[in-house]
């Protein structure tokens, strides 16, 4: 089996490494992931500048650009073979609830998953890299959970052909404990968090004024069978995303209101 692994924190960052020794056994893995940290880059591509891909030291390909740039570039022409799982993290932080919006954690995994590759993308519920070794150990297992169920293998997992919907896409997120201290995975829905703190202004060394992104708003909907609540219980978090916006329970009202206007 073959795995294509990004992120979004960059390929020198410390949840790609570990991410890569934890699933290495389990198929052969390349990874190609952004030179700098690209956080809340969502899905975003370059289409006004050229994109370069480069070998670091470490064995890793870089590339000047976005996680989707990175996932885009291997499957439309620098990979000689299509990946059997798409493969993203792990994020130095949580995406859960409304982060997944603009995670580029989650737009690399859901770059694959346009292209018709089931993908999933891991996150640490906090910064900083604490029990990171925990969490790769947890992504590990349930990358070869996914992995033999892709190759037929009667193996029990989260995920089967002949009841989920191919591709799927997978959001994955872990407390930060030591691994005997993990709970269980729990399948979950998106929560909602509230907006975000305001904005923090500073002046620049020219007099202007510098405008600095706050930081996100607490849980607003961690009631049960939520990421938020799942993780805050201690359990892992993994959560089927689709990319389908449309609000369909509202299509026949917007039908009748423009019918309405344009007579």
Known sequence: ?????????????????????????????????????????????????????????????????????????????????????????????????????????????????LFGIPAVAFSQVEKGWVHLDAAAEKAGELVAQLLATLGGDPVASLATPATCEFPWLLNVNIPNRAFDQIGNYEVTRLGRRHAAQAVIQQPSPRGETMYWIGQAGEARDAAPGTDFHATSQGNVAVTPLHVDLTHYNDLDAWRARVQQTGN
Do not use: Q
């Open 1 to 113: 089996m073959n795995i294509l692994l990004s992120n979004d924190d960059g390929y020198l960052a410390p949840g790609l490494k570990a991410l890569y020794e934890a699933i290495k056994p389990h198929a052969h893995v390349v990874v190609i992931a952004p030179e700098h940290n690209n956080s809340a880059k969502s899905n975003s591509l370059t289409l006004n500048a050229p994109l370069y891909v480069h070998e670091g030291s470490n064995g890793f390909h870089y590339v000047n650009g976005t996680p989707a740039d990175c996932v885009h570039i291997a499957l439309t022409g620098y990979l000689d073979w299509r990946p059997d799982l798409v493969v993203s993290g792990i994020n130095n932080g949580a995406n859960m609830g409304d982060d997944t919006i603009y995670s580029g954690t989650v737009g690399a995994a859901m770059e694959g998953y």
